[in-house]
Nanobody, 118 residues
Framework: QVQLVESGGGSVQAGGSLRLSCAAN????????MGWFRQAPGKEREFVAT????????VYAHSVEGRFTISGDAAKNTVYLQMNSLNSEDTAVYYC???????????WGQGTQVTVSS
């Protein structure tokens, strides 16, 4: 059973930064890739960023491109999301997810709250 645990959320003022972490109980780099998603109040969950371990390719939502960076640490089985220049529209619960084969994100974390105040 894959378990993903997010941390690093919190409250920050607009323009500030946070780094989210997602620790897995499996070798994350043996999977196809991992991603970050978010869900704001009253809205559907949306894609934020993904990283594919084999190619190292990263993809970002347009709304975060240039501000957020996804990365991973194989030794710690952890994936990170560095978030800079945060604004109120980034307020949401952030989830990490693992895609084992390239077909779908089969495992999800419990989420971590990020609140950006203006």
């Amino acid at each position: 059973q894959v378990q993903l645990v997010e941390s690093g959320g919190g409250s920050v003022q607009a323009g500030g930064s946070l780094r989210l972490s997602c620790a897995a109980n499996v070798r994350t780099f043996s999977s196809y890739g991992m991603g970050w998603f978010r869900q704001a109040p009253g809205k559907e969950r949306e894609f934020v960023a993904t990283i594919r371990w084999g190619s190292g390719k990263t993809v970002y939502a347009h709304s975060v491109e240039g501000r957020f960076t996804i990365s991973g640490d194989a030794a710690k089985n952890t994936v990170y999301l560095q978030m800079n220049s945060l604004n109120s529209e980034d307020t949401a619960v952030y989830y990490c997810a693992l895609d084992p084969t390239g077909n779908a994100y089969d495992w999800w974390g419990q989420g971590t709250q990020v609140t950006v105040s203006s």
